[in-house]
């Protein structure tokens, strides 16, 4: 059973362009939440989904952010007209039941906007 | 919102010696966890522990939570080289999402 999987591991986008970082839950797992780490500080909360279903936006910038995770592939987490302060690791976690149960969380991606 | 605050922020110990890191908290909370980050990498969980448990041990880690402090510590018995990490502690906030501490980084030396 495969762990959680993002890709691509690293990202340079010029400003103004996409971002478009993809995770893949593991086998079974319905839930899936996006967190943002800055260099030296915690991880802080964007969204979490369930299968096509957006459950908690609250951590997300209401501009140029958004996420899905479809009935069949992996969850998106999309950032468009992207700025240098987008450049952090964004990490993708799954779990069978939500936030009463242990959360696996993917290798990040690192975005680096220049 | 940041939920959880680590304290210490930083920790340097010698092998073998003992490490305690503790986690307070501001609302209620149906769970606490704690997860460690190797520099670069993805989180790694420790443990859960039930807002109606007080201790909870696995291998070196002894988990213990104080409801009525709003506080958690987590200790690393003897401790290795190789527990040179952050260390987060997470709750749930009575929500749906989990909300992460600060970390505290331990640097072990050999």
Same mark, same amino acid.
């Given at each position: ?114 | ?22 986690? /307070? ?25 039930? /807002? ?26 003897? /401790? ?5 990490? /952050? ?24």
């Amino acid at each position: 059973n495969a762990g959680v999987m993002q890709n691509p591991r690293h990202l340079v986008r010029r400003r103004g362009q996409e971002a478009r970082l993809r995770c893949s839950p593991m086998k079974g797992h319905s839930h899936v939440y996006w967190y943002r780490q800055l260099p030296e500080e915690g991880l802080k909360f964007m969204v979490y989904l369930q299968k096509e279903n957006i459950i908690d936006e609250s951590g997300m910038p209401k501009e140029r952010f958004s996420a899905e995770f479809p009935k069949e592939g992996p969850s998106i987490l999309r950032i468009q007209q992207v700025v240098r302060g987008d450049s952090a690791a964004y990490f993708c976690a799954s779990s069978t039941l939500g936030v009463n149960t242990e959360a696996f969380f993917g290798q990040g991606t690192r975005l680096t906007v220049v | 919102s940041q939920q959880g605050e680590e304290d210490p922020q930083a920790l340097s110990i010698q092998e073998g010696e003992n490490a305690t890191m503790n986690c /307070s908290y501001k609302t209620s909370i149906n769970n606490l966890q704690w997860y460690r980050q190797n520099s670069g990498r993805g989180l790694v969980h420790l443990i859960l522990i039930r /807002s109606n448990e007080r201790e909870k041990h696995s291998g070196r880690l002894r988990v213990t939570l104080d409801t009525s402090k709003k506080s958690s510590s987590l200790l690393i018995t003897a /401790s290795r080289a190789a527990d040179t990490a /952050s260390y987060f502690c997470a709750t749930d906030d009575n929500t749906d999402k989990l909300i992460f501490g600060t970390g505290t980084r331990l640097q072990v030396f050999p």
